[in-house]
Each structure stands twice: as C-alpha cells, then as structure tokens.
C-alpha cells in the first residue's frame, strides 16, 4: 500500500529554536511536496522535490531518494511560522503518476 | 497575477441534495486537481484534469465528479450528499501534467450537509 508517514504528529517549541519535521514513504515517487495550512484551511506550497536541497529564507527541504524519507528544517523559528505542515508525495504506480497522497500532518506552535 | 480561486467558499446543503463547486486556476495553468479534507481522513485525492480530460482519479464514489471547461475553470458536483460528505474541498493549479510541477492551491470551500 502506497502510505506517507509523517512526524512526529504535534511540536510545541520556544522562539528560535531549531525545527525538524520528517516524512517517510513507502514505495518510489516521482515529486515530494511540502505544503503549509495555516487556520483558515488555505495551503501553501513550500517546496517541491525530487532530489537533493532547497533552501528558500529559513527553511531547507531535504529529500534521500534510497532513503524514501524526507526533512524539512526551520531555522530561527518564529511565532509566525505556527502551522501544519504537510507533506505530499505523488507516487510512481504502472506506466504514470498518480495524484498526490498526503501525510497527516505536523502541527507546529513556536511559542514567543 | 491572481492565484487559484474557489466559489463559494462557504457552503451548507442538506442531505440528497447535489452540489457543484468552482475553481478557476491561475491564467496560463493548465492542470486543475481537486482534494478533500476532513479530520478523520485528512486531504485524499478525487481527481486531476489537465486539458478538459480526466487524467487521475482517487478512490472516491461515483457521487463525485468533475470536469473541466477549454479556459481550464473546473468544477466538481456532488450528488446525493451525505453527512459525511462535509469537507474543506481544495483545488489546485498547475502549469504543466507532468509529475514534476510545483501546484498552488486555492483557499478552498468549506461544505456543511445537514
């Protein structure tokens, strides 16, 4: 079965700190997406990767294919950087793609 | 350049009742894929379009449909809804089919079936 498995589930952390959400799938893909929700339900897209690094202000998206895991970092973090983070996969099933499959999600709260 | 925009983006029906929801994608985006959210399941794929035809489809009942129009608007109907038809429906846009093409997403219609 074609899962996406994403944690962990729920971060609180202080302004500042450093911030880690991991995302892991089961089979091959051929994109991975990290999206942000604020409240409000609309989502944006951060990032989308089929190989190595990008970097766009303070947060890095990272992906290792032979791995099938994938991170997305923030540095510095802010207040305003409270969301739930998504990750997005679309994998490689017979001869094309399918739409994508979700992960469920990491709530994230940066406390002042 | 204005960016994915959903119609309406608040909505109450009743039971057996249809509905038809709108997205109209960024000017130049030919692809349009619609998604459900609820708290339960989270987002799921319903289906993909890309130059008025079906190119994907999640696993969702045949109650769902799409379609999309030659300017690449889309809409997607409901028919005979059903409590648990209740969601945050989300469509998003982009450029090309392919796999690799970054989607930007709309703010979405919330559905309320009483």
């Known amino acids: 079965k074609n899962e996406v498995e994403q944690s962990p589930q729920n971060l609180t952390a202080q302004e500042g700190e450093f911030i880690t959400i991991n995302c892991s799938y089961s089979?091959?893909?051929?994109?991975l997406h990290w999206l942000q929700q604020h409240p409000g339900g609309g989502i944006v897209s951060l990032f989308m990767?089929?190989?190595g690094k990008k970097k766009h202000g303070r947060l890095i998206a990272t992906i290792n294919i032979q791995e099938k895991h994938s991170s997305l970092h923030i540095t510095a973090s802010h207040p305003r950087d409270s969301a739930v983070y998504i990750c997005?996969?679309?994998?490689?099933?017979?001869?094309?793609?399918?739409?994508?499959?979700f992960g469920k999600g990491t709530h994230l709260i940066i406390q002042p | 350049k204005a960016g994915v925009t959903q119609t309406p983006r608040y909505l109450i029906k009743t039971r057996g009742q249809q509905v038809t929801l709108s997205c109209s994608p960024i000017?130049?985006?030919?692809?349009v894929s619609w998604y459900q959210q609820t708290p339960g399941q989270g987002l799921q794929f319903l289906f993909e379009?890309?130059?008025?035809?079906?190119?994907n489809k999640g696993n969702f009942p045949g109650r769902f449909s799409g379609r999309q129009f030659s300017n690449s608007r889309s809409e997607m109907n409901v028919s005979t809804l059903e409590l648990g038809d209740s969601a945050l429906y989300l469509c998003?846009?982009?450029?090309?089919?392919?796999?690799?093409?970054?989607?930007?997403f709309g703010q979405g219609t919330r559905l309320t079936v009483v």
């Open positions: 997005a996969v679309r994998f490689q099933t017979g001869g094309g793609a399918d739409g994508l499959t």
């Open positions: 990767l089929s190989s």
């Open positions: 000017s130049g985006h030919r692809s």
């Open positions: 998003a846009s982009s450029f090309r089919d392919t796999e690799n093409t970054e989607a930007f």
């Open positions: 089979v091959g893909i051929s994109a």
């Open positions: 379009y890309f130059s008025e035809t079906q190119r």
